[in-house]
């Protein structure tokens, strides 16, 4: 996925600083008004990790800029989050890369993570080293599993499922969603949809990937995801399959997601 193009604009920075000193000079009142606007009210997933694995409630997005080219997009962007621990308030700064503009109008959409973390931490590396995924991962989505498939593959527990520490896990419904209504819907119509019910998970990797278990492979760094879930307020049938496949090139804060969602 590499590209010619400039892969940091200078002036991210410069405007993410500003738009920072704009929130501190706000107040203590008036940015506890962002408090009690929590997103999990909203039915939004609230889980994100830095590039370390480590869990923070996210609040709000403070920046957002974006380079625009022919067949992606690359987004930075700075959010707030809370240390659940102390509830003490972290900065985060990201950078994606993506498919999912609304003129794209294809099955299956990719999100490229090059940055994910804490403001003020280590140095970015943005090439993605293709090299370092197995072939396995790469090249056309697969189908949806055979029975025989399914024999060498997890089925995630229901009590997984709603585990605290699993709390990524609904993100891959939602991505699944948006991959079916980016382009016929609005942002805002597929957030109306919500909340999505998460029904069931398989999760499928190579023996390669190290695991002592098999429940192992549901925090394999790369694996396949067949996910089947519902809808409360869908726009049509309301049950949908989905195949997110998440691969990882070893790089701090680096993770693809190729997602494909159909309704059944």
Request: glycine share 6%.
């Amino acid at each position: 996925m590499g590209d010619s193009s400039p892969e940091y604009d200078p002036e991210y920075a410069r405007i993410a600083a500003e738009v920072r000193a704009e929130l501190k000079e706000l107040g203590e009142d008036e940015l506890n008004s962002f408090s009690d606007d929590d997103p999990a009210d909203r039915g939004w997933s609230t889980y994100v990790t830095d590039a370390n694995g480590t869990a923070s409630d996210f609040r709000f997005i403070s920046q957002l800029h974006e380079q625009t080219h022919l067949y992606f997009t690359k987004s930075f962007i700075t959010f707030e989050a809370v240390n659940p621990a102390d509830r003490s308030p972290l900065t985060f700064e990201t950078c994606v890369k993506h498919n999912d503009d609304q003129v794209t109008h294809v099955p299956n959409l990719w999100w490229e993570t090059h940055i994910c973390r804490v403001e003020g931490s280590e140095e970015a590396d943005y090439e993605w080293n293709d090299g370092a995924v197995h072939d396995y991962y790469k090249g056309e989505m697969p189908k949806w599993l055979s029975d025989d498939r399914q024999q060498r593959c997890y089925v995630v527990e229901q009590s997984e499922l709603h585990d605290e520490k699993n709390g990524w896990l609904p993100l891959l419904t939602e991505f699944a969603f948006f991959t079916k209504w980016n382009g016929p819907l609005s942002p805002g119509e597929i957030e109306d949809c919500r909340p999505l019910i998460t029904q069931h998970v398989v999760v499928e990797t190579l023996d390669e990937e190290g695991e002592k278990e098999t429940s192992d492979k549901l925090n394999a760094a790369n694996a396949i995801f067949y996910v089947t879930f519902e809808c409360v307020e869908d726009p049509t049938k309301g049950r949908y399959r989905a195949v997110v496949r998440k691969t990882m090139d070893g790089k701090p804060g680096h993770m693809r997601l190729e997602v494909t969602c159909w309704s059944v």
